[in-house]
């Protein structure tokens, strides 16, 4: 089951008393963005169907006062410290897993956490993961108030559009890449739409881009920035034979790229798409089958966390 969202925030020692005391087998903490509880919470269900086993979601922010990553680090490294990552309950014994976005974390960090109670996105973040995972024609019908058969030949269309963006911004993601690595300050972040694209979804400057390139590093704040580069460079072009772009994307612009689309097709553009890109994210999350094929990594690591 979700948690509460008006729950008060509790200690860290607090909560996992209630871990102790409760009558969940697992504890599912997420960073706490719009999309986390209920994708999490779908997960969750879908895995632990057949087990009988209790959850809950829990938003990090209700135990470490704050959002993200970090909260759910700092969170793990004290239930790891006081040995309450898996204890004993009343129902046998309780788990902690803890889902965090992927980011750029297996090219920049030297080692990923080798523990079952974290698991990792598949793709950058949630968001991005609802954009890839559901349904395009069934989201497409909700989203422009289209029939199955328009919606049908309108997905036909875009294809696979998420990575299409991908593939537009392979040089200002790569450069994210980089600048987080290097712990650049400057704008170009994943947070950040692309600012070497014009127009923002066009082709690439190739102008811009060097003089991006060049502001990253020299805005560079860890140790021996060029040596840091360099091997930071290895790992990205490794990375990228393997998977290609679309993992180094946040799903945070995939909407506003979607309506761009819509709103360029013959078909779509009659449809009803007010305040599309807003609504996008919430309309590919319902969805979102969540015993599908996709979601065979998740509830993997739901069920490995509870043994």
Known sequence: MPSSGGRPKRTPASMAWRMKTSRYRLFVFVEGRELDVPFYDGISRTALAATGFEYTVERIVAV???????GLEEYYEYLRDQRKLNQANSRGRVSALFFMDRDFDPI?????PRTKNIALTR??????????SADPVRALADLASLSD??????????????????DKWSTWLELCVISVALGSQCRTKPKSQSRINSPVFGPV????????????STTATCEDPVVRRQVIEERLSKALRRNGHFPLLSGKHLGAYLEERLRAHPIAQHGHMRALAGAASRVHLARLDFGGEWADYYRRKILQAVV
């Open 123 to 132: 793709t950058y973040n949630v968001e991005a993961e609802v954009f890839d």
């Open 205 to 216: 400057s190739d102008i811009a881009a060097a003089a991006e390139s060049e502001l990253v």
């Open 64 to 70: 470490q006062g704050h959002e993200g990553k970090s």
């Open 149 to 166: 058969g328009e919606a049908a030949r309108v997905a036909a269309d875009l294809g696979k559009w998420q990575h299409e963006l991908a």
């Open 108 to 112: 920049i960090k030297s080692q990923l």
